[in-house]
């Protein structure tokens, strides 16, 4: 049997997560998790254990996997419980958990009950969804399921419930349980009735700097924002669109750049010093696109205006375009992605039509 360290290791490398991502997810503390793959601590607690495979998004195998190799065998039939606790709200986003707050609590009937958060790969889709389902907890004492397995959850219908999901879910289940809400985190909207769109755009470019440094004090704890670096900050703040996972991991390169030389790497390819696993995402966004939506796309990123075009409010929807005074914009990373050149039949000018999956 593998060791528990290594196996929770290769499930975080392989779902593209690093150990602060994952501490988010699984609301546990980085020192837990790095404590866990280092082999220092080899017995954690089965709660601890649940709320590792819940942030994973781990299939029910993987998860009795996690636990046999924890010492925790066997599969709980209970419903997972709430959060742990609140972590504070997330940069830059207390307007937008405010207002997600308040579509499933307010209005007619007590507020939305199928709530679908859009945008683009990186965007902070899932982090958001789970700030506010913790504050609901905390404050408004609901029930809150983080459910990444296809199994049906258990629901308790005495009180009011919100489950956190990254996939289509079951209507029937809005029918069965009448006191139950539904977040889901999608590229695109689901098209069920009912459904409310939420799109959540990038950071604002004081929100997002705010966020790189947060990230970028964990690995060089001693830097400090000045006059000689303050054009830098903001000029990598925009290459990167805002987006917080791409803003998380170039924060990572602080170690051996300074903010001047990582944004020359930046300007020179866009996507070089963010994740693969970022990368391969946004191409991923634009599977959510049909044939016209797509071919517009494709035609922005290459300069052209969209005019008129009824795909553009499509496009903004899924986060891969943005208002930029009177025009439209593709983001700079979702250019990129979409530009560079992969494998598989392409579009004139070597766009992918195939994307990873």
Not at 86 to 98: K, N, Q, S, W
Not at 249 to 256: N, R, T
């Amino acid at each position: 049997m593998r060791e528990f360290g290594e196996l929770l290791r290769t499930h975080r490398i392989g779902a593209g997560l690093t150990q602060q991502q994952l501490a988010d997810f699984a609301m546990v503390s980085v020192r837990a998790i790095r404590d866990l793959e280092c082999g220092r601590t080899r017995s954690p607690r089965a709660e601890t254990v649940r709320l590792l495979s819940d942030g994973l998004r781990l299939d029910e195998e993987s998860r009795a996997d996690l636990q046999q190799a924890g010492g925790r065998a066997g599969r709980s039939a209970v419903a997972p419980p709430a959060p742990a606790g609140p972590a504070g709200l997330i940069v830059g986003r207390e307007v937008e958990a405010a207002a997600l707050a308040a579509s499933l609590t307010e209005g007619p009937g007590g507020g939305q009950r199928l709530v679908t958060v859009t945008g683009v790969s990186g965007v902070g889709k899932t982090r958001l969804a789970l700030e506010v389902a913790g504050d609901l907890h905390f404050r408004h004492g609901w029930s809150v399921l983080w459910h990444p397995s296809q199994t049906v959850p258990s629901i308790d219908d005495d009180q009011d419930t919100v489950l956190v999901i990254d996939r289509r879910p079951d209507p029937r289940l809005l029918e069965a349980h009448p006191r139950l809400r539904v977040v889901v985190t999608a590229l695109a909207p689901l098209g069920l009735p009912g459904e409310q769109v939420f799109p959540l755009s990038p950071l604002a470019d004081d929100d997002a700097v705010r966020l790189l440094l947060t990230h970028v004090h964990r690995v060089r704890p001693a830097f400090k924002p000045e006059p000689a670096n303050q054009a830098a900050l903001m000029g990598l703040v925009h290459e990167l669109d805002g987006l917080p996972s791409a803003l998380e991991f170039a924060a990572g390169w602080f170690m051996v750049y300074s903010p001047q030389h990582l944004l020359e790497r930046l300007r020179s390819n866009p996507l070089d010093p963010t994740s693969a696993h970022l990368r391969d995402s946004l191409r991923r966004s634009l599977s959510t696109l049909d044939d016209d939506g797509r071919a517009l796309l494709v035609r922005m990123a290459e300069g052209e205006d969209p005019g008129h075009s009824p795909y553009v409010g499509e496009l903004c929807v899924r986060g891969l375009v943005r208002r930029a005074g009177p025009r439209y914009e593709v983001l700079s990373l979702v250019r990129a992605a979409v530009l560079e050149p992969v494998s598989g039949p392409h579009f004139a000018g070597g766009v992918a039509l195939t994307w990873p999956v």
